[in-house]
């Protein structure tokens, strides 16, 4: 039997995106609850801010499951979080189960663009084709790739703001 919690089995909404990312972010790093705060809503530009009462009983419990642990007690006492061996684990078999997924998916792509996308939208059609395609990139090659998608993205951006400045 998997030992590891389901992290989002069974939740709705965002309790179990907030452990996951929880998760994510202190594989990076050892932070604070305030800075797990403050760093969730800059990547959301303001739109998902969690209150301190859905953090801290959430780390509250990812600690008691020993997915974290606090690593140090801060100024103020803040305590400072950390991954545990257990959370490393558990968050690798999460990114392994969604790659998986990932596969899946790509042998029903073409049953997915037919669905999801008509046939005057190859936008979408383009953009589901390098996503399947960027898994099965040698990891070698994935900078490379990485840095093709980055320079077209910046210059779609380029295009909105040719847009922006004409009006």
């Given at each position: 039997?998997?030992d590891?919690?389901?992290l989002?089995?069974?939740?709705r909404?965002r309790?179990?995106?907030?452990?996951?990312?929880?998760?994510?972010?202190?594989n990076?790093?050892?932070?604070s609850?305030?800075?797990?705060?403050?760093?969730i809503?800059?990547?959301?530009?303001?739109?998902?801010?969690?209150?301190?009462?859905a953090?801290?009983?959430?780390?509250?419990?990812?600690?008691?499951?020993?997915?974290?642990?606090?690593?140090?007690?801060g100024?103020?006492s803040k305590n400072i979080?950390?991954?545990?061996?257990?959370?490393q684990?558990?968050?690798?078999?999460?990114?392994?189960?969604?790659n998986?997924g990932?596969?899946?998916?790509?042998?029903?792509?073409n049953?997915?663009?037919?669905?999801f996308?008509d046939e005057s939208d190859s936008v979408?059609?383009?953009l589901?084709?390098i996503?399947?395609?960027?898994n099965?990139?040698?990891?070698?090659?994935?900078?490379k790739?990485q840095?093709?998608?980055k320079?077209c993205?910046e210059?779609?951006?380029?295009?909105?703001?040719?847009?922006?400045?004409?009006?």
């Amino acid at each position: 039997m998997n030992d590891t919690p389901e992290l989002t089995k069974g939740r709705r909404g965002r309790g179990g995106l907030i452990r996951l990312y929880i998760l994510h972010s202190l594989n990076k790093e050892q932070k604070s609850g305030y800075e797990l705060i403050k760093e969730i809503s800059e990547k959301t530009n303001g739109a998902w801010v969690p209150s301190k009462g859905a953090l801290y009983p959430t780390l509250n419990k990812m600690e008691e499951e020993g997915l974290i642990e606090v690593a140090e007690i801060g100024k103020r006492s803040k305590n400072i979080f950390a991954l545990t061996e257990k959370g490393q684990n558990t968050l690798g078999e999460i990114i392994k189960r969604r790659n998986e997924g990932h596969e899946q998916m790509y042998v029903f792509r073409n049953l997915f663009l037919e669905i999801f996308s008509d046939e005057s939208d190859s936008v979408k059609t383009n953009l589901m084709e390098i996503c399947f395609l960027m898994n099965d990139i040698a990891e070698e090659k994935q900078n490379k790739a990485q840095a093709l998608i980055k320079k077209c993205l910046e210059e779609i951006k380029e295009l909105t703001t040719d847009e922006d400045s004409s009006r």
